[in-house]
């Protein structure tokens, strides 16, 4: 998120031809700065000039502009009914022109409420306005180049896409409860589908929503309208999706969503309140006088009756509006109906006969009911009130109206007129009916001259004629009853024709809807909820209703039951209304404790102006060579492009209304201001003059201070220095507000200085480039992002943008387009300047000093002032004792002491300057050097440069390099008597590095010398003898030969034998695992595991006959006697495998056979029974013979086999006798 860098810019600045010019033109700059969008109060305002003398807001109404402000760019308004939103709009929309930030407004709203609308900008904002509907839409402009069109829902869903590219910047949606099926049904409204594409879309730059039922029936008219709010403000709705919405708010069924969670009440309400503001008729504490309707009947004349009969049967051929305008006449006057058929004759859209007809019978008529009436009414009313009466009589034709004027003449009865003839006529008029005693009791006034018309000091309407549109009859009780009434209550009379249409049908049903429209507030929603509306082509609407009922009443039909009906629909019309009204409280509450949440509002400085308005623009008139004459007090009269012009200054008053006001913020003011500040002017004055010559002067006057002599002057850089004010107009914008400041930056030639070329003077006729006359671009930036109320206004939008980005839930396509909208920008331009511009030029000087001794030094002069701005230090020679620019001084440095440069030697070889008795001659190069750079040769003792000496690597000593020798081995130099000569190699060495040899006692250097590993003595690689296993070198007579590989090697490697006493290397040695004796491995018994004993640690195997390590023995179970386990059984019991194959009969040998006698003999010796040898088996050896016996008893009858183990040389059995069985399994014991 990455803050702007702010724009700089140059107005081109043309030369004022006086101060005063300069000042008027600076004041026009002031008078033209735009102001932020930021309102406090409603001394804040900038557009109560447009309507202070036509309306007086309420605080509410104040307050709704002030959060629209507070919120830009999106606001939903939702008072209540009968609050004035159309007042608060068009406050907002007002304010919003005057601040320069709308001209062309889009609103769209029913199309009944279109005439209000129109009528309410005009008269009371003073914004043109034209209501449109259809294709005429495409193309339709404002009547001027700021205001209004006007259309219909309908129109502005169908032609959006031409609207969307007109260049309206607001857009203002009335009755926005119109959008409000977007969520919660099957098929969303097309008209609310196309809005919210063009609220996301963005094509706004600001939106107004109105409506004073956001819930009509179900919770899912809120989300609708809290959607679109957020779409249009780049935000995810806080409500969620819709799923969530359901879950976390709507307590019944989804589809009917009427009843709210009351644990979710207050999250509900926070949401809402963010987005919408809402003002309760309660909260408002305003009175509104009670409404009393009444109809008054009079009885036709015949010749009224004679008139009904003559238009009965042909109005039924005629085209739909011809019928109602020639209804309406009739039961306007008779006057009003010979002429409206007598124009239609005229265009033969009505039969000639019919209008001979109507004029014969109007011109025998001495006088209608209607007068009659009125005439006992105002009777009634000058005995109730003989002096304070008053009425207002209503009338749609100026026919009737001068009918009634001719009437109250005769009477004598004053009065006034009010129609579309004369604004200032209409005003006198008022101004008489208001006076405390009136002058004139009876207002008569027509639709087309009452618009915006406050006749409120009346208490008493009169509707002389009915008209069948119920908005303009709303319209004309508008104009008496109205809050900050001095009555009570307003009464209403409506004239009708008794025992005809208009009584049964258009009085009955316009008494139903002025009494329900008073109880309501709201004549369009009482009519779309009893379903008499007009639709998008004005079809199904009241009037065509009221024109319905009247043609069959005339046809003879009975409307008595269809009237009724009507009536019906009104009455449940208005109890909905009432009870939707009651339902929007509960849940909605009112705005306590939901106030405004965000950043602090800035604290911006008063713009001060150096003239005040009326004096800026006399003084401008003047500029521009206009002559003014007053004629009163503010009142002047001007020769503008050679015509009279009739201009009001200060305040506006009733008496300027033919007069051009020229206040702050009308647009003559802005066209005067624009005109001043078209051309930037400055009044800046360029001081050199002669520069060469006085800068010539100066230098000349310095050099002869200290005793010096001018010679030269070059000159090098050149600066332009300002010196004065610079006039800054800065503009911070965002994409829905912007603030401009004039600030005055002071600034000093010190600072403000730019290099340049020239020392030539400029008239600076034009100034394009501020650098020229020493401007720095980034030091007035600086001053201006320092301005308190720029950097509040940075502040403000910036916290908004943090603000706004984190209610886009991160999106990121609605995050950037936050960002971009809510990130200030600065453009910077500079607009006038008021000051000097001089010159510094910096000059090298040319001097001599001391008979002919050439110095320069580098001064800043100021031609203009003869000022010095920068010269040398001046300081003492120690020399000579005088006091000399520093620039002429150099340091002796060996000494430390200043002194004049030209007193200095400099040494030949490092170009140092010291004083002459610091120097002296090289012997070798008979250069001139300094004390500090010699050296005494230690050979020689002479002095050298020291840098010529070489240095002895062993003593440190110098000495000329002819005296100096490098040692061959180090290659280090060292002085000649610190070498020797190497008996080895022949080489010469450092003798601080010398070995001798050990063996032979030969010299060299130590590099070329070995060492004894064992004593480490020094001997000749030659001399020594190496070790054949570790090839470590050593004396001779060290090394020691092992006994059984016959190598030399060292004593260290060598072990000797326990057994044998032998030396031998270590690897031939192994441990018994017995004794841990050491012994040759020839020397010892292994064991199949790889276990060493000595041969006095084995035991005998007794069938092998071999010597074994003990750990490879078993004991026989069968014979007891131990053998090898390679002869034994496996499976965890231990016989001699060859015995055990024998008993089993799976072996069968005669080894030995000659034994076999022996053998039974030695047997029977110890056992009974016959037996003999089965089989025989000879050991390894031969010494020892495995026998298996059979052995039977006396009879024969039992056999059993004995297995013994023979010894071949002792003749004796060995070891037991094993005696068992042998069975299909084996033998057994």
Known sequence: MNEEIPVFRTKTLKRAQSSSEYELYRAALEWGLIDPIVIQSRQDLKSESRWRDKIEPYHHQVMNLITFCRRLPVTLLADDVGLGKTI???????????????????????????PQWKEELESKFGIPSITVTGRKLIEAEPPEDVGAVITTYNSARIYMEALAGAGFEMLVLDEAHKLRNLYGVDRPPKVAERFKEVLKERVFKYVLMLTATPIQNRLWDIYSLIDLLTVARGHENPFGKQGIFARKFIADDQSQARHLKPEA????????????????????????????????????????????????????????????VILQAFISSPQALQYVLAGMAKNQTAPESLAIEVKEVVSRMKTSAKLNGLSALIDK???????????????????????????????????????????????????????????????????????????QVANVIVNYDLPWNPMIVEQRIGRVQRLRSAYASVSIFNLVLKGTFEEYIVGRLMEKLQMASHAIGDIESLLEASGLNENETGSNGFEEKILELVLAS?????????????????????????????????????????????????????HPRSMDASSFTLAAFQSLGIETVEQRNDLYLAKIDGRNELIQLGEKTAESTNAVYYGAGTQPFERLVNRLTSTGLHVVKDVDDNIENRTEKILRNWASGFGGEFHLQQTGKIWARFEGRALLKIRATVALDSYERLIEVVCSPDEYKVPTKSIIPSRNEFIEDPRVIGLIQESLVGSAQSDTGIAEFCRFYTERRSQEVALAAGDPRKTKKLEDDFTPRLDISLVGLDGLVSRELQIEVTYNVDSGHEYRSTINVIPSTDEIKHQPVMDICSKTQKSVPVDCLAKCEISGKQVLKHLLVRSEISGRQALPEYGVACSLTGKQIFMDESEKSAVTGKAVTRSLLKASALSGKLA???????????????????TAISQ?????????????????????????????????????????????????????????????????????????????????????????SLSDARLL??????????????????????????????????????????????????????????????????TRRSDQSDLWLKVTEKYSKTNKGEVKVESAESSPDGKHLAVCLEVSTLLGLKKRHAGLLYSVEASEIVGKIATGKRSPEGWRE
């Open 88 to 114: 608060s709009a068009g406050l907002i929309a007002s304010e919003l022109i005057s601040r320069g930030r709308v001209s062309k407004i889009l609103i769209v709203c029913p199309k009944l409420l279109m």
């Open 265 to 324: 009440k207050d999250e509900f309400r926070s949401i809402v309140y963010g987005y919408m503001s809402r003002v309760r008729r309660g909260d408002a504490n305003l009175h509104f006088p009670e409404r009393v309707v009444r109809l008054h009947r009079v009885d036709p004349t015949p010749e009224e009756l004679e008139l009904l009969q003559i238009i009965k049967e042909p109005i039924k051929k005629l085209q739909y509006l011809a019928q109602i």
């Open 381 to 455: 009313l000058r005995a109730e009130q003989p002096e304070q009466w008053r009425v207002v009589v209503f009338t749609r034709w100026r026919q009737t109206q001068t009918t009634i004027q001719i009437f109250l003449e005769e009477q004598g009865i004053t009065y006034g007129l009010i129609n579309g003839d004369s604004g200032a006529e209409n005003q006198k008029t008022i101004e008489r009916f208001r006076t405390d005693k009136p002058e004139i009791h009876v207002i008569i006034s027509t639709e087309a001259g009452s618009e915006g018309v406050n006749l």
């Open 554 to 606: 005339l046809n003879g039909a009975n409307v008595e039951e269809s009237t009724r009906k009507a009536e019906k629909s009104i009455d449940d019309a208005k109890i909905e209304l009432e009870r939707e009204e009651k339902n929007i409280n509960t849940m909605l509450g009112g705005m306590d404790g939901s106030g405004e949440v965000g950043p602090r509002l800035p604290t911006l400085p008063e």
């Open 960 to 978: 000329e390099p002819q005296f100096i020798r490098e040692c061959e081995f180090s290659l280090t130099d060292v002085l000649e008597n610190e």
């Open 984 to 1072: 080895v190699s022949g080489k010469i060495y450092r003798i601080d590095e010398q070995a001798r040899s050990a063996v032979s006692g030969k010299t060299g250097h130590k590099q070329e010398f070995i060492h004894c590993s064992v004593t480490d003595q020094p001997l000749l690689l030659q001399e020594a003898e190496k070790c054949e296993v570790t090839n470590k070198i050593v004396l001779p007579g060290i090394l020691e030969v092992c006994e059984v590989s016959g190598k030399k090697v060292l004593p260290t490697e060598l072990e000797k034998s326990a057994i044998s006493g032998k030396m031998a290397l270590k690897k031939y040695v192994v441990s018994s």
């Open 1081 to 1146: 491995e020839q020397e010892a018994i292994r064991s199949v595991a790889g276990k060493f004993c000595a041969p006095l640690e084995a035991k005998i195997c007794l069938w092998s006959g071999r010597r074994c390590h003990p750990d490879d023995i078993r004991t026989c179970q069968l014979t007891g006697i131990h053998t090898h386990f390679e002869y034994v059984t496996t499976g965890g019991v231990s016989r001699l495998e060859p015995l055990v194959n024998l008993l089993n009969g799976i």
